[in-house]
């Protein structure tokens, strides 16, 4: 099956600054990756996702870039805030829609 | 419109007792995912309905576990006799046929005791 492998495990920025999470994953037949939010307590939000025949997505402060030969993709979140603090998830799916998700980065940013 | 809802939200169950999660998946949405999240990490995949049919519960943990959408709508998580690991959040999730994007519920907490 699908590996997904996802760093940091926690990060921390000053305010202002830029974050990125990186992830690998195994299957080269996987074409889609999506990129969760989750706040405590909260349930997994999308907030950005790209297919495969795409290389680069961008959303206002985050963007999300992938490499399909080195079979990784990142997520990089700009101009960082406190309400981006929460634990992100990538995650990788295929077929039918059923997705594989990385262990999580827990976001903080320091006002 | 309403989105994907859970019930109950919280469940204490003692070790033994069987206990039973509901899903409502928002309406119109063909696909129903299940996922098993642990504290600390990432959802696990559980079990997928295409509609009423179950595609694949690769991911139920054991034959304690068990899942059901008869009329393609509402789905049930049923786990028999809990034990400890069984502990953590459910997490629900439809989309729409063809449709990559999946919208989760606010999961039902299970602690076993």
């Known amino acids: 099956g699908e590996n997904v492998e996802q760093h940091p495990s926690t990060l921390s920025v000053q305010e202002g600054d830029s974050a990125v999470i990186k992830c690998t994953y195994s299957d080269s037949a996987s074409n889609y990756f999506p990129w969760y939010k989750q706040e405590l307590g909260k349930r997994p939000q999308l907030i950005i996702d790209i297919r495969s025949n795409v290389g680069e997505k961008k959303d206002q402060r985050i963007a999300v870039t992938l490499n399909k030969t080195a079979k990784h993709f990142s997520l990089h979140i700009t101009e960082t805030q406190p309400e981006d603090s929460a634990v992100y998830f990538c995650?990788?799916?295929?077929?039918?829609?059923?997705?594989?998700f990385g262990i999580g980065t827990k976001l903080q940013v320091i006002p | 419109g309403a989105g994907v809802s859970q019930s109950p939200r919280y469940k204490v169950a003692k070790r033994g007792q069987d206990v039973a999660l509901r899903c409502d998946p928002i309406?119109?949405?063909?696909?129903l995912f299940w996922y098993q999240q642990a504290l600390g990490q990432g959802p696990e995949f559980l079990t997928y309905?295409?509609?009423?049919?179950?595609?694949?519960k690769s991911g139920l943990p054991s034959d304690r576990f068990f899942a059901e959408r008869p009329e393609g709508s509402v789905s049930t998580l049923k786990i028999q006799r809990t034990q400890q690991e069984d502990s953590a959040v459910y997490l629900c999730?439809?989309?729409?046929?063809?449709?990559?994007?999946?919208?989760f519920g606010p999961g039902t907490r299970l602690t076993v005791t």
């Open positions: 995650a990788v799916g295929g077929g039918y829609q059923k997705v594989t």
């Open positions: 999730a439809s989309s729409f046929a063809g449709s990559y994007e999946q919208y």
């Open positions: 309905f295409q509609n009423e049919a179950q595609l694949d």
């Open positions: 309406s119109g949405h063909v696909s």
